[in-house]
């Protein structure tokens, strides 16, 4: 394999519930990452009660959760985390921000730089980030070299491409941080050609959508 592959295992969604006033439906978007230097990375797994199913999705791509090397949660919301102890032979399990192995907790984004990155694969490729605003320890998976150019695993930063026209999707879906949250959108989507979002499938990230996150980063600037 020549270049890293992004697979997303399930689209995520995130709707009001018909028969419950004031409730969500809720599940987040589950993707694979195939890294071409063998490692195998599974980001945000779903509710807790989507175990068979979550293991139905890995089964159609030919894997099984011990060929998981590492687990990402964007953050640590239970649609997020739900399926992790499906991956007890992962060398690092990371939410949001902390990273841990068992009851081994690393020093990885121990500085607090906003800018510091890891890398989960040993060419550089894969790496991932800090894009507070969602949560304050939010991170996303920046995927370089892919057929689909560089693709950001970016969880509820993006809660689905409707939310770049229409800001109050995600400022409603919950944010401890909105102008930190616009300005890590803007970063992403300069970075990345397209764009795995929380609730929603990928999409293309355009100019026009480009231009659009700016002028929402500028305006909360001159706020």
């Given at each position: 394999?020549?270049?890293?592959q992004?697979?997303?295992?399930?689209?995520?969604?995130?709707?009001?519930?018909?028969?419950e006033?004031?409730a969500?439906?809720?599940?987040?978007?589950?993707?694979?990452?195939?890294?071409?230097?063998?490692?195998?990375?599974?980001?945000?797994?779903?509710?807790?009660?989507?175990?068979?199913?979550?293991?139905?999705?890995?089964?159609?791509?030919?894997l099984?959760?011990?060929d998981?090397?590492?687990?990402?949660?964007?953050?640590?919301?239970?649609?997020?985390?739900g399926?992790?102890?499906?991956?007890?032979?992962?060398?690092?399990?990371?939410?949001?921000?902390?990273?841990?192995?068992k009851d081994?907790?690393?020093?990885?984004?121990g500085g607090?730089?906003?800018?510091?990155?890891?890398?989960?694969?040993?060419h550089?490729?894969?790496?991932v980030?800090r894009?507070?605003g969602?949560?304050?320890?939010c991170?996303?998976v920046?995927v370089?070299?892919?057929?689909?150019?560089?693709?950001?695993?970016?969880?509820?930063?993006?809660?689905?491409?409707?939310?770049?026209?229409?800001a109050?999707?995600?400022q409603?879906?919950?944010?401890e941080?909105?102008?930190q949250?616009?300005?890590?959108?803007?970063?992403m989507?300069?970075l990345?050609?397209?764009?795995v979002?929380?609730?929603?499938?990928?999409?293309?990230?355009?100019?026009?959508?480009?231009?659009?996150?700016?002028?929402?980063?500028?305006?909360?600037?001159?706020?």
């Amino acid at each position: 394999m020549s270049q890293n592959q992004v697979i997303v295992l399930q689209s995520g969604y995130s709707h009001a519930d018909e028969e419950e006033p004031g409730a969500m439906r809720a599940n987040c978007s589950c993707t694979l990452i195939r890294c071409r230097d063998g490692t195998n990375i599974i980001v945000d797994t779903l509710t807790a009660w989507d175990g068979e199913h979550l293991l139905r999705l890995l089964s159609e791509v030919g894997l099984q959760p011990q060929d998981i090397n590492v687990v990402v949660c964007t953050h640590g919301h239970s649609d997020h985390i739900g399926c992790n102890y499906l991956f007890q032979q992962a060398r690092l399990h990371l939410v949001g921000a902390c990273a841990s192995h068992k009851d081994l907790y690393f020093d990885h984004f121990g500085g607090g730089d906003k800018d510091e990155k890891y890398s989960l694969d040993k060419h550089g490729e894969v790496v991932v980030q800090r894009t507070p605003g969602h949560t304050l320890s939010c991170v996303s998976v920046i995927v370089h070299n892919t057929a689909l150019g560089t693709v950001g695993v970016c969880g509820d930063l993006f809660e689905r491409q409707d939310d770049v026209a229409d800001a109050s999707i995600w400022q409603n879906a919950g944010s401890e941080d909105g102008k930190q949250q616009c300005t890590e959108r803007l970063r992403m989507a300069q970075l990345c050609a397209h764009i795995v979002p929380g609730h929603g499938p990928m999409f293309a990230v355009t100019d026009e959508l480009r231009s659009k996150l700016e002028a929402d980063a500028l305006n909360l600037i001159l706020k």
